[in-house]
């Protein structure tokens, strides 16, 4: 199991980039690779129902009204059907609650056979607005601050660059630009493509998706 130091120390190497726009969508100052390559997007959102995709772990993310929704955990989903090598990955998703916890998987090797695999084999996009009371801050947070684990960090690897969630019931956009391969000290080579998945963390936080697309 990589400590938290050294996967810290591979944030040079990652050539995955999380881009959060969360509700600029009107602003000419950010990246906006869905309306440049919206012929080539392949959505992934909204299902009438989960085929291609599988669930591990604790508690289910569930159709809900046309949305999915986590419930329970912690558990990812994930989608069978396919890995995915550079492209960006839009998702537009609300929290329920200020303490929402949740996150976007990317480039994981292998099938999963638990959520856990996921988080030492891929990549978490992080869904943390707040930390909540009640979690124990470690060593690290402590000293460098929660930053490495809020919305829009690479967890554990790159730190958030601000607090863009919106609040509370609003809809966030996330984008997330995979490119290349990258390589660290500790895990080595990692892989030019991967599984995305979405996960479900802990009752009773609950995050709502509406759009999961892929660009190519």
């Known amino acids: 199991m990589n400590t938290e130091h050294e996967r810290r120390n591979t944030a040079n190497e990652l050539h995955a980039l999380a881009l ?17 390559h919206r012929s080539s997007a392949r959505r992934r959102d909204a299902p009438k129902d989960l085929t291609g995709w599988t669930h591990v772990g604790p ?13 329970g955990g912690i558990g990812l989903l994930y989608y069978a059907g396919e890995r995915f090598g550079d492209c960006v990955i839009r998702v537009v998703y609300r929290t329920t609650t200020v303490d929402d916890n949740s996150g976007i998987f990317v480039r994981i090797p292998a099938p999963p056979a638990d959520p856990w695999q996921a ?10 607005e707040n930390f909540p009371a009640n979690y124990v801050l470690s060593e690290h947070q402590k ?11 690479i967890y554990s690897m790159r730190p958030a660059m601000a607090k863009p969630q919106k609040p509370v019931g609003e809809w966030n956009t996330m984008e997330i630009e995979l490119r290349e391969h990258s390589y660290e000290p500790v895990r080595g080579r990692r892989p030019d493509a991967g599984y ?9 936080q609950t995050v709502l998706f509406r759009e999961i697309t892929v660009i190519r």
């Open 20 to 36: 959060v726009e969360c509700g600029h969508a009107n602003r000419g100052d950010g990246p906006r690779p869905a309306r440049l």
């Open 59 to 71: 508690g289910s993310v569930v159709v809900e009204n046309g949305l999915l929704k986590t419930v």
């Open 119 to 128: 988080v030492h084999s891929g990549y978490e996009i992080q869904i943390l």
């Open 143 to 153: 000293q460098f601050g929660t930053s490495w684990h809020t919305t829009g960090a």
């Open 196 to 204: 995305i998945g979405i996960q479900n963390h802990h009752e009773p």
